[in-house]
């Protein structure tokens, strides 16, 4: 994480602590402050780095599994083991990410209770908008694309058909996928490799 990173906007919460190590986040509604959650940081943080550094895998495993269907697909070359590996794998990986984001999302993460908590005040935050909107529709979007590729590959009856759908479904679900990534430079950007 980097230094003075705050999971969840100063303007909206602040931390007080609590003796067992975890904090209390407390959400300003109007005039009003009241609690909104109780978080484990340790635990959140270690499962926020290991969703940051798998998504190195599924984009390794993706793009390694783009490349063999369209070469297979300009190159008409017959479908083999290494292509169906090359996606199993891509799915393989996709689906563990998306289980630890989805822990993330609904139970660890503190942007996303904050969220949750007063959606209006979110909708209005880029930061929160984005963690508790945007980048789950669209990683959803990604993983239903992969998916649909992948079975469409499975069951089509040409070498060709098997390249060409999952090109084309691999091909958009990564797009998707690089669009809900919160690269570096972006309001919402992450560190590419988060700092221990």
Known sequence: MEQGFS?????????AAFPKGGAALLFLNGSRARKALRYDPPMFLTTLVLHSLLRWAVLAFGL????????GWSGRRPWTSLDDRAGKYFVLALDLQ???????YAGLSPMTRAAFS????????????????EHVTLM????????????RARKALTDQARHRAAA???LLGLLAIAMGIPWPGRVVGRPLLPTF
Do not use: Q, Y
Request: proline letters at 5%; aromatic letters at 10%.
């Open 140 to 151: 959803l979007i990604g993983v239903a694309l992969v998916h649909v590729g992948r079975v």
């Open 7 to 15: 999971p969840v906007p100063s303007s909206l919460l602040t931390r």
């Open 118 to 133: 007063n959606m209006g005040a979110a909708m209005k935050d880029p930061l929160l908008r984005f963690f508790a909107v």
């Open 168 to 170: 084309i479904f691999f």
């Open 98 to 104: 998306t289980l630890i984001g989805l822990v993330l």
């Open 64 to 71: 390694l599994a783009l490349v063999r269907a369209f070469s």
